[in-house]
């Protein structure tokens, strides 16, 4: 994580909202064939605990029981060129964003805990994209939801470390800042200018 003080998050309990509400992560792990990774959507269990899930015929998941790994959740980036600056000439390129690792050992859920992670995941984000009309487990049939769930494995990590950065100019000036949400809004990037503006 960026060493600077002024990219820091205010706690680890705002570093975890961020990460549950963005929901998508890369699963890191070091394993005896070497680095992989996953990619799975994430929830919350509790205070101390992330939950996920990911496809049996992922190569990871023979491997992720009792494994150490690292969450890796990334918010919007982008470039910030100096020519956004008030004076460019006293500045370089430097990169803005927001990501959050959060570290501890995965355990294999049964199938209770998969179906609850996948419940609590349907509760998050059904009401941010069709809030009039929520998808939920009730409206599939039973038989069908079953047999999907041998398709897919679910994890909690227990979380013993988390880390963030939340790199937006904090140290640059009002004008710098202004010139940059301005540059990435034209440029099309308005998730990272909108970002900046509401920060």
Known sequence: MHPNKAFRFDSDAAMLDWAFARGFAHIVAATPEGPMVAHAPIVPAGDKAARFHIARANRLMPLLDGARVVLSIAGPDGYITPNW???????VPTWNYVAVEIEGVARALDEQGLIEQLDTLAAIHEPRVI???PWTRAKMDDARFH?????IIGFEVTIEAVRGTNKLGQN???ADGAGTIDGL???????LADLMRNS
Not at 85 to 91: F, K, R, S
Not at 147 to 151: D, Q, T, V
Not at 185 to 191: D, E
């Open 147 to 151: 047999a999907m769930l041998r398709a």
């Open 85 to 91: 600056y008030a004076d460019p000439v006293q500045q």
């Open 131 to 133: 809030p009039e009309n």
């Open 185 to 191: 809004a034209r440029s099309g990037n308005t998730a």
């Open 172 to 174: 640059k000036s009002d």
